[in-house]
């Protein structure tokens, strides 16, 4: 299946239950949260995930929905703020910015531990 027939699907199976036709913006937000802690349960745990990342790209599409957008306007919209960033993911995972003011004094110290 395509990501727009899966947007498709999805926004049909949410609107059949109510869920983006009486839903709220912040329960969907809320919802997401629980369903993200649930992925973070599986990963510390070793377990499979991919049912939790789908469960996020449900949220997500809702959420999107409710905002008056798609998922897939969403993904775009953010894809095209970062295409161009460079930066440095450090040691330690955390993604530093080019911009920082800090940039380079990260990366130094990052790269002497």
């Not at 199976?13 to 629980?34: C, E, H």
Request: aromatic content about 6%; proline content about 1%.
């Amino acid at each position: 299946m395509t990501l727009e027939q899966l947007h498709y699907l999805t926004a049909k199976w949410s609107q059949d239950r109510g869920i983006t036709t009486n839903g709220k913006s912040s329960t969907q937000a809320l919802k997401l949260v629980s369903e993200v802690g649930e992925l973070a349960d599986n990963i510390i745990k070793g377990n499979c995930t991919k049912d939790d990342i789908g469960d996020c790209l449900v949220v997500l599409t809702n959420l999107s929905i409710l905002e008056g957008h798609s998922l897939i306007e969403c993904w775009e919209h953010a894809y095209n703020d970062i295409k161009n960033r460079k930066g440095y993911l450090t040691k330690s995972g955390n993604f530093v910015k080019d911009t920082d003011p800090n940039y380079k004094e990260i990366i130094k110290n990052d790269q002497n531990k």
